[in-house]
Every structure is written in structure tokens, then in C-alpha cells.
């Protein structure tokens, strides 16, 4: 029955007062158990019945509102517009069923794209921040916001902003790598994206984990991280810093893990003194699935359900996710007893409002059903995604056997990666993780006790559309091309060894596809929980890599998977390596297409690529002092360089760098210098490469890396040409956090390196910082612009 008698001539709900109005108006009208219900969520499959609406279902779940609706479409096999039908049926019974009117907020997980069975499906974070090309992020994002709204979606869970230097964490496939100003760029470019110019036709960002969640001890997920202050700031706080100060974020995750003994979702120093006091987030904080009550049952900080509530609402969590559980009848009790105060509790509730009033949820409710199937997986997004998956790949190692000669000779296509669509795409792909609910059901591991599924919830776990490689290969190659899998990803039997090696022998080149199964049960090895111990390929690859290799023909290891892998035989003996990452629904044709010459590599590693564990962490922006320059240098039985290192990748076309300079030999703190550089493409092709920018600090009153990025620019030149990129570079890019950890920028020479990877550079000059000025003042700056130019003076 619908209750309208407390909106009649309510402020709330009139479009044209002010937001801050229409949030005091509503919250003065709301009873305990309604402001309760704002702070949390519910699956989307607790209000569905076979597919559909189930009022009867909802009536308990919804009877005071609700802050959010977890995954219309990633919790469920709904098509899109079955999806969308859903949200605006729960949506309907919140606004005419309830006694304010209050819609909801609708989230899924877009960490490839959004996480959605007809949605495109994106490469994997890993991937696109390998294209170095923040702009191409963009699009990806605003392709996802526009696919988001068709459906009823309006908050996104990403982006990763997680700095990774262990590639052993499972996670590294969601990240943009190992450096904090890569990372930033990424992430800023893909808020902007996702939330659009407005929230009325935006999807909030929320960026996680908040903080150092990829900095754990033994590379295991949900364990402790290890981070000093300095370091914390620096790195690990960077890109949610820039997130928030450049991108305008709109909401923050807070991590599973702990830092220094406080579990993040009980830290008000990092959610209140540093997020909100010092950056001045305005946004909401959002838990991590379940991690409220794991403050009680996973780190035991807390003694039960009620304290697990207290420290989580008292340290800033504002929403519960994804269903409400300590922060229902618990957080109630607590709030009897004075254990956390009642205006704790209408601030938070206040962030919602706000956010589904910015959202435009009053006014526009509702969705055109009808129009869902002409933005859902639209060809425009596909052609994004193919943008991205082609300057995803990285060629790692090629001796000339690439690319595929056309017309010349027999391909054999072997591995366990050859003719898997599932096995291109990401752990938040829809396929991969509909794989998580099946195994939720059936009760097996830790995600099976933490939630329940209905038996009536459909679950489809098919990637019908998807091409794979041998697809791909073949409308190429035809009858030149013959198959064989090899063996399969974790699988230990090596039966079909026998064949793949007799295939091999016969053809005039192997293409060899491996790596991993990305996901979160048991039979995936990479993604979310998945950690391991060694980065050699899983199962039985690495044997069957030397059985072809043994053969004498030359041979193409193609990667996919979702960190670096491969052992010193396979990067050692095979003619290429090319690096796929999780490339998605576009994947197999990006990587045909650079294999047989139609395009140009042009990825660039976003992260260090190590030759063992027994490195790690190795990453470039270490101190002079980290164990690179002791007296013996390398380990008694390796090196301590990585096997490839950060910024590295070929192509067809080599670039050269024919001159570097830096503008101004003295500069004020606060002014910028400019950094100049021209680079040929000296290559018989067209071809594209990444201009990194670095600089060093040898005089600083505290050590500082050896490296730092700090600018880049993604540059195309055909076959001869010339072109010149300048950088702009504020000094504020340049401070530290000194002795009592405040941000300044010091007095003093600054080194300037342009090229091509951390180690492939050229010392384009330097400059200095002069002494004198007030170098408090010096704003801290994220980034530079980049002009890229030919030499007769047009825009490239």
C-alpha cells in the first residue's frame, strides 16, 4: 500500500532546493530503523523470485529503505533487460511502497567493464594500464557509466587503485602496477570517466582498497601490510590522493587488511584525519564485502557483532556491504547503550542521501527497458575495447621470428590458453565470477559460509560470443593452422604431450598460448585469493614448453595470464614472448593481429618483470641502498635485475631518441620546468612507443629512489618520422614527505632522464630548486602536461 503522506509538500522532494536542504529535511523526518536501513545493502537475489521481482521477498527486506542493491546484474544470469527491469521493479516498491520514498542505490563491480552477462567485457586492469594511455582508460570508463545507467546502475566498485610490487598477490590483475604516478593517472582518468560530468548522468567511482591492501605480507590476501609512514604516504596514498584532490572522487572502499594493528575498517586515522581532514573527502565509505563484522570473526579486534559495528561506523565505514548484518539490530543495540552516538550515525546516513539526491534517483527512479539493448555491449564499446587490448600486449622478447610471415609455412597453435574464451577474461569478469555464486551455493570454502544463495537463483556461466585464438588464427591462416591443447592449466596429466610435439615438429613455427585461469574458486589461478608461490606457469606448461621447444622449431610463448610468469627456460628459449595479461572479449583478435603483423606492439610493462620469487619485491623506484649496489651486486645464484623492467616493450618499428634537454637551469619553488625530447621512428613501419619521463633527487635531507616517473606520453610516427614531445614538470611533483612527515618541496639539483623504460634512458639534464623561496607554500602537484608535436610544428 503506498504510504506518500510525509512527502506532501516535503522539501525532499522538491528538484529545486538545494541539495543541502533536501538532505536536513529528509533526515529530520526519518525514524531509527529507516536511517539504519540507509546504511546497508542487500543482494539483489534476496528480492528475486525465479528470476523476477518477488514483492512477498521484499516486503521484509525493504520495509524501511534500503542504502543499496548489491549487483542487479553481477549477482544474478539476468540479461540486461531483464536486469533493468528488476531495478526499476525494486526501485517502483522503495518509492510507493515505503514511507519516504527513498530509492536505492544500485552497485556492481566494474573492474573489467561492468560485471554483467551481455556487458562488454574489458581487459583487466593490468592490461590497460600496460597501454599508458590514461585516455583510453577514460573511454573504457565512460562506455561502462553509459552501460551502468541502461541497466539501473549508478555506483561502481573500482577503481583498483592498489599499488602492487608482489606479483605473487593474486590481485596484480586488477591493478595498474607497481608505480604510484602510473597508478594515479590511470585511476584519475577513469573516475572522470565513470562519473561523468555530472552524477545526474554519472556513476559514482569507488575507489579501493583503501590503503596498502597490495602490500601484503607474503603476498596474501587479507594479510597485514607493512608500511612506514613515509612509504605509505608516498606510494600507497598517492593515487587515492590524486583521486580524490584531481578526479573528484565520490567514494572510497576501505581494505580487509590491517596496517600497524588496525584493521583499515577500524582506522578514523586514515578514514578521518587524512581522508576527510586532510584531503577533504566529501564522499562515502563503503566496506568491503563483509569486512564490518570481520573486525570480529576474521581479526578478532572486535568482540562481537555490536563493537565490530561501533568501530566501524566511529571510524568513518559509512555503508554496509554487501548485505546488512552488523550495521542492522547490532549497530541498534549500540546505539542504546551510547557505545556510538546518534550524530555519527545521521552523518552517515546524511552521505547517502546526498549521493541518491546528486544521482537524480528522486526525480528519475526509473529506466527505458527499451533501450537497454542498444547501449548494453554496443558495437562502439567493443571498439574500445579493442583499442585497449591491442596496445595492452606487450612483446617481450622477439629474435625476428615475429611477426608471422603471411603465406609462409604451417602454424602449430598448442596450449591450454589456445581455444578457452574463458580464459581471456579477468576475475571480475561476469563468467569468471557467476563461478564464485555456483560454488557460494554449494557451500564449498569461506565464501560459501559467508553468504547464501537461493536454489531458484539461475546461474549461467557460458562466454558464448567470445572468440578465442585458434578462432582467430584460423579465419587467418586456415588449413595452414593445426591444433593441439597440450595439456590443460592446472591439470597434471601430460597426455597430450605426445601429439603436441608431433605437431610441432612438423610446422615451420609453434605458437604456444599458456598461463592462467583467472577467477575465485579453487580451479582459477590468479585473481581475488588466488596467491601463490612461485611464477612459474601452473599445472604442467613449463614441461610441456621444453617438450616443444626440444623439437627445434621455433617458438611463440604467448602469455595470458594475470601477473608475470614463465620460468628462465621459457623466457631463455623461446624465439618471442608476448605478454596478453587477461585481454577480454577482443583479446584473441588483438593478440592474432600482432602475431601475424597487422598491428604494431606497442604495450609497455606497468610492472617489473621478476626472474624468480626469490627477488621479490624487485621494482625500479628502489633506494640507492636497497641491496642494487653492495659490493658483490648480485645474488650468490641470480641476478637482482628483473628479467624485464618496468616501462620495457618491443615492436616492429625501434624508436631512437635523437636529442633531450631541459629548459631551465634554475627554477622558484612552485614554477615548473620544461623538458623537451625528439624521437624517430627509425623502422621501416608506423608504429607507436611510450616517452617516459624521470628524475632523480641526490640531495635530499631524507634518501629518496633512485628513479621516479613522473611524466609519459604515448606518441605514433610513421616509418622515418620525427616527433618531439615536451613535458611540463611543476616543482610541486618533486616534494617529499620530510622528517615530520609534511609535504615540501627542498632546495637543490634535480636529475632529468627521458626514454623509453626505466632502463633505457638518456640524461636529458638538470636543474635546480633554488634556496630562499617559502616552500610552504608550494601547492603538491600530481601531474604535468604533455605536448606532443611533429617537427613542422602541427599536433600529433
Given at each position: 500500500?503506498?504510504?506518500?503522506?510525509?512527502?506532501?509538500?516535503?522539501?525532499?522532494?522538491?528538484?529545486?532546493?538545494?541539495?543541502?536542504?533536501?538532505?536536513?529535511?529528509?533526515?529530520?523526518?526519518?525514524?531509527?530503523?529507516?536511517?539504519?536501513?540507509?546504511?546497508?545493502?542487500?543482494?539483489?537475489?534476496?528480492?528475486?523470485?525465479?528470476?523476477?521481482?518477488?514483492?512477498?521477498?521484499?516486503?521484509?527486506?525493504?520495509?524501511?529503505?534500503?542504502?543499496?542493491?548489491?549487483?542487479?546484474?553481477?549477482?544474478?544470469?539476468?540479461?540486461?533487460?531483464?536486469?533493468?527491469?528488476?531495478?526499476?521493479?525494486?526501485?517502483?516498491?522503495?518509492?510507493?511502497?515505503?514511507?519516504?520514498?527513498?530509492?536505492?542505490?544500485?552497485?556492481?563491480?566494474?573492474?573489467?567493464?561492468?560485471?554483467?552477462?551481455?556487458?562488454?567485457?574489458?581487459?583487466?586492469?593490468?592490461?590497460?594500464?600496460?597501454?599508458?594511455?590514461?585516455?583510453?582508460?577514460?573511454?573504457?570508463?565512460?562506455?561502462?557509466?553509459?552501460?551502468?545507467?541502461?541497466?539501473?546502475?549508478?555506483?561502481?566498485?573500482?577503481?583498483?587503485?592498489?599499488?602492487?610490487?608482489?606479483?605473487?598477490?593474486?590481485?596484480?590483475?586488477?591493478?595498474?602496477?607497481?608505480?604510484?604516478?602510473?597508478?594515479?593517472?590511470?585511476?584519475?582518468?577513469?573516475?572522470?570517466?565513470?562519473?561523468?560530468?555530472?552524477?545526474?548522468?554519472?556513476?559514482?567511482?569507488?575507489?579501493?582498497?583503501?590503503?596498502?591492501?597490495?602490500?601484503?605480507?607474503?603476498?596474501?590476501?587479507?594479510?597485514?601490510?607493512?608500511?612506514?609512514?613515509?612509504?605509505?604516504?608516498?606510494?600507497?596514498?598517492?593515487?587515492?590522493?590524486?583521486?580524490?584532490?584531481?578526479?573528484?572522487?565520490?567514494?572510497?572502499?576501505?581494505?580487509?587488511?590491517?596496517?600497524?594493528?588496525?584493521?583499515?575498517?577500524?582506522?578514523?586515522?586514515?578514514?578521518?584525519?587524512?581522508?576527510?581532514?586532510?584531503?577533504?573527502?566529501?564522499?562515502?565509505?563503503?566496506?568491503?564485502?563483509?569486512?564490518?563484522?570481520?573486525?570480529?570473526?576474521?581479526?578478532?579486534?572486535?568482540?562481537?557483532?555490536?563493537?565490530?559495528?561501533?568501530?566501524?561506523?566511529?571510524?568513518?565505514?559509512?555503508?554496509?556491504?554487501?548485505?546488512?548484518?552488523?550495521?542492522?539490530?547490532?549497530?541498534?543495540?549500540?546505539?542504546?547503550?551510547?557505545?556510538?552516538?546518534?550524530?555519527?550515525?545521521?552523518?552517515?546516513?546524511?552521505?547517502?542521501?546526498?549521493?541518491?539526491?546528486?544521482?537524480?534517483?528522486?526525480?528519475?527512479?526509473?529506466?527505458?527497458?527499451?533501450?537497454?539493448?542498444?547501449?548494453?555491449?554496443?558495437?562502439?564499446?567493443?571498439?574500445?575495447?579493442?583499442?585497449?587490448?591491442?596496445?595492452?600486449?606487450?612483446?617481450?622478447?622477439?629474435?625476428?621470428?615475429?611477426?608471422?610471415?603471411?603465406?609462409?609455412?604451417?602454424?602449430?597453435?598448442?596450449?591450454?590458453?589456445?581455444?578457452?574464451?574463458?580464459?581471456?577474461?579477468?576475475?571480475?569478469?561476469?563468467?569468471?565470477?557467476?563461478?564464485?555464486?555456483?560454488?557460494?551455493?554449494?557451500?564449498?570454502?569461506?565464501?560459501?559460509?559467508?553468504?547464501?544463495?537461493?536454489?531458484?537463483?539461475?546461474?549461467?556461466?557460458?562466454?558464448?560470443?567470445?572468440?578465442?585464438?585458434?578462432?582467430?588464427?584460423?579465419?587467418?591462416?586456415?588449413?595452414?593452422?593445426?591444433?593441439?591443447?597440450?595439456?590443460?592449466?592446472?591439470?597434471?596429466?601430460?597426455?597430450?604431450?605426445?601429439?603436441?610435439?608431433?605437431?610441432?615438429?612438423?610446422?615451420?613455427?609453434?605458437?604456444?598460448?599458456?598461463?592462467?585461469?583467472?577467477?575465485?574458486?579453487?580451479?582459477?589461478?590468479?585473481?581475488?585469493?588466488?596467491?601463490?608461490?612461485?611464477?612459474?606457469?601452473?599445472?604442467?606448461?613449463?614441461?610441456?614448453?621444453?617438450?616443444?621447444?626440444?623439437?627445434?622449431?621455433?617458438?611463440?610463448?604467448?602469455?595470458?595470464?594475470?601477473?608475470?610468469?614463465?620460468?628462465?627456460?621459457?623466457?631463455?628459449?623461446?624465439?618471442?614472448?608476448?605478454?596478453?595479461?587477461?585481454?577480454?572479449?577482443?583479446?584473441?583478435?588483438?593478440?592474432?593481429?600482432?602475431?601475424?603483423?597487422?598491428?604494431n606492439p606497442s604495450g609497455r610493462l606497468p610492472i617489473s618483470y621478476p626472474r624468480t620469487v626469490g627477488q621479490l619485491p624487485v621494482?625500479?623506484?628502489?633506494?640507492?641502498?636497497?641491496?642494487?649496489?653492495?659490493?658483490?651486486?648480485?645474488?650468490?645464484?641470480?641476478?637482482?635485475?628483473?628479467?624485464?623492467?618496468?616501462?620495457?616493450?618491443?615492436?616492429?618499428?625501434?624508436?631512437?631518441?635523437?636529442?633531450?634537454?631541459?629548459?631551465?637551469?634554475?627554477?622558484?619553488?612552485?614554477?615548473?620546468?620544461?623538458?623537451?625530447?625528439?624521437?624517430?621512428?627509425?623502422?621501416?613501419?608506423?608504429?607507436?612507443?611510450?616517452?617516459?619521463?624521470?628524475?632523480?633527487?641526490?640531495q635530499a635531507t631524507v634518501t629518496r629512489p633512485v628513479l621516479e616517473l613522473k611524466g609519459f606520453a604515448r606518441v605514433s610516427a610513421?616509418?622515418?618520422?620525427?616527433?618531439?614531445?615536451?613535458?611540463?614538470?611543476?616543482?610541486?611533483?618533486?616534494?617529499?614527505?620530510?622528517?615530520?612527515?609534511?609535504?615540501?618541496?627542498?632546495?637543490?639539483?634535480?636529475?632529468?632522464?627521458?626514454?623509453?623504460?626505466?632502463?633505457?634512458?638518456?640524461?636529458?639534464?638538470?636543474?635546480?630548486?633554488?634556496?630562499?623561496?617559502?616552500?610552504?607554500?608550494?601547492?603538491?602537484?600530481?601531474?604535468?602536461?604533455?605536448?606532443?608535436?611533429?617537427?613542422?610544428?602541427?599536433?600529433?
Amino acid at each position: 500500500m503506498t504510504t506518500v503522506g510525509p512527502r506532501t509538500g516535503a522539501i525532499y522532494a522538491d528538484a529545486s532546493a538545494p541539495v543541502d536542504e533536501r538532505v536536513s529535511d529528509l533526515l529530520a523526518r526519518m525514524t531509527r530503523e529507516e536511517k539504519l536501513a540507509q546504511l546497508g545493502s542487500t543482494w539483489a537475489f534476496a528480492v528475486l523470485e525465479g528470476g523476477r521481482f518477488s514483492a512477498e521477498r521484499a516486503r521484509t527486506v525493504l520495509r524501511h529503505g534500503l542504502g543499496h542493491v548489491t549487483r542487479v546484474a553481477g549477482a544474478t544470469s539476468l540479461k540486461a533487460v531483464q536486469v533493468a527491469r528488476a531495478a526499476n521493479a525494486i526501485q517502483r516498491f522503495l518509492v510507493t511502497e515505503t514511507r519516504l520514498g527513498i530509492p536505492a542505490i544500485v552497485h556492481e563491480e566494474v573492474c573489467s567493464g561492468v560485471m554483467a552477462r551481455e556487458a562488454t567485457i574489458f581487459p583487466q586492469a593490468i592490461g590497460v594500464a600496460s597501454t599508458w594511455a590514461p585516455s583510453l582508460n577514460h573511454q573504457l570508463a565512460d562506455a561502462v557509466r553509459e552501460q551502468m545507467r541502461a541497466m539501473g546502475s549508478h555506483q561502481g566498485l573500482s577503481p583498483v587503485l592498489d599499488v602492487v610490487r608482489d606479483p605473487r598477490w593474486g590481485r596484480t590483475e586488477e591493478t595498474y602496477g607497481e608505480d604510484p604516478y602510473l597508478v594515479a593517472r590511470m585511476g584519475v582518468a577513469f573516475v572522470q570517466g565513470l562519473q561523468g560530468a555530472d552524477l545526474t548522468d554519472g556513476v559514482i567511482a569507488t575507489a579501493k582498497h583503501f590503503v596498502g591492501y597490495g602490500a601484503s605480507e607474503g603476498a596474501l590476501n587479507w594479510a597485514p601490510a607493512h608500511l612506514p609512514p613515509r612509504l605509505l604516504r608516498e606510494v600507497y596514498l598517492h593515487p587515492f590522493e590524486a583521486a580524490v584532490r584531481e578526479g573528484g572522487l565520490q567514494s572510497v572502499m576501505a581494505g580487509y587488511h590491517e596496517l600497524d594493528g588496525i584493521p583499515c575498517h577500524a582506522n578514523g586515522e586514515l578514514l578521518g584525519e587524512i581522508l576527510r581532514g586532510q584531503w577533504g573527502f566529501t564522499g562515502s565509505v563503503v566496506s568491503d564485502y563483509f569486512a564490518v563484522d570481520d573486525l570480529h570473526s576474521y581479526h578478532h579486534l572486535a568482540q562481537d557483532k555490536q563493537q565490530a559495528a561501533v568501530l566501524g561506523l566511529a571510524a568513518g565505514v559509512d555503508v554496509e556491504l554487501p548485505a546488512t548484518d552488523a550495521y542492522a539490530d547490532a549497530l541498534a543495540r549500540a546505539l542504546d547503550a551510547g557505545e556510538v552516538g546518534e550524530a555519527r550515525l545521521d552523518e552517515a546516513v546524511s552521505r547517502v542521501l546526498r549521493h541518491k539526491f546528486e544521482l537524480g534517483l528522486f526525480e528519475a527512479p526509473y529506466v527505458d527497458e527499451g533501450a537497454v539493448e542498444v547501449t548494453v555491449n554496443a558495437e562502439r564499446h567493443r571498439d574500445v575495447a579493442l583499442a585497449i587490448a591491442r596496445r595492452s600486449l606487450v612483446l617481450l622478447k622477439n629474435d625476428g621470428v615475429l611477426p608471422l610471415v603471411a603465406g609462409a609455412g604451417t602454424v602449430a597453435l598448442i596450449g591450454p590458453n589456445a581455444d578457452d574464451a574463458r580464459h581471456l577474461l579477468g576475475d571480475y569478469s561476469f563468467a569468471a565470477h557467476i563461478e564464485a555464486l555456483t560454488e557460494a551455493r554449494e557451500r564449498r570454502g569461506l565464501l560459501g559460509q559467508m553468504m547464501t544463495i537461493p536454489d531458484d537463483l539461475e546461474i549461467d556461466e557460458s562466454t558464448d560470443g567470445v572468440p578465442t585464438v585458434r578462432d582467430e588464427l584460423a579465419a587467418r591462416l586456415g588449413d595452414r593452422l593445426r591444433y593441439v591443447p597440450g595439456c590443460d592449466v592446472v591439470d597434471p596429466s601430460t597426455e597430450g604431450f605426445a601429439e603436441a610435439v608431433a605437431v610441432a615438429a612438423e610446422a615451420d613455427v609453434a605458437v604456444l598460448v599458456l598461463g592462467d585461469r583467472s577467477g575465485l574458486t579453487p580451479r582459477a589461478t590468479t585473481g581475488e585469493s588466488r596467491d601463490r608461490s612461485s611464477l612459474d606457469l601452473p599445472g604442467v606448461q613449463e614441461e610441456l614448453v621444453r617438450a616443444v621447444v626440444d623439437t627445434g622449431t621455433p617458438v611463440v610463448a604467448v602469455l595470458v595470464a594475470g601477473r608475470p610468469v614463465g620460468s628462465d627456460f621459457l623466457h631463455d628459449r623461446c624465439a618471442a614472448v608476448l605478454m596478453a595479461w587477461l585481454p577480454g572479449e577482443t583479446g584473441a583478435r588483438a593478440i592474432a593481429e600482432v602475431l601475424l603483423g597487422e598491428v604494431n606492439p606497442s604495450g609497455r610493462l606497468p610492472i617489473s618483470y621478476p626472474r624468480t620469487v626469490g627477488q621479490l619485491p624487485v621494482f625500479y623506484g628502489h633506494k640507492v641502498s636497497g641491496g642494487r649496489s653492495h659490493w658483490h651486486g648480485d645474488y650468490v645464484d641470480s641476478p637482482v635485475a628483473p628479467r624485464y623492467c618496468f616501462g620495457h616493450g618491443l615492436g616492429f618499428a625501434p624508436f631512437t631518441i635523437d636529442g633531450a634537454v631541459v629548459e631551465r637551469a634554475e627554477v622558484d619553488a612552485g614554477d615548473s620546468v620544461g623538458v623537451e625530447v625528439t624521437v624517430t621512428n627509425s623502422g621501416r613501419r608506423a608504429g607507436e612507443e611510450v616517452v617516459q619521463l624521470y628524475v632523480r633527487d641526490p640531495q635530499a635531507t631524507v634518501t629518496r629512489p633512485v628513479l621516479e616517473l613522473k611524466g609519459f606520453a604515448r606518441v605514433s610516427a610513421a616509418a622515418g618520422q620525427r616527433v618531439a614531445v615536451r613535458f611540463e614538470l611543476p616543482t610541486g611533483q618533486l616534494g617529499f614527505y620530510d622528517r615530520q612527515l609534511n609535504y615540501t618541496v627542498e632546495p637543490g639539483q634535480i636529475e632529468v632522464y627521458v626514454g623509453f623504460s626505466s632502463d633505457n634512458r638518456v640524461l636529458a639534464g638538470s636543474f635546480v630548486i633554488k634556496a630562499g623561496a617559502d616552500r610552504s607554500t608550494t601547492s603538491k602537484a600530481f601531474s604535468g602536461a604533455a605536448e606532443v608535436r611533429d617537427l613542422s610544428g602541427g599536433a600529433v
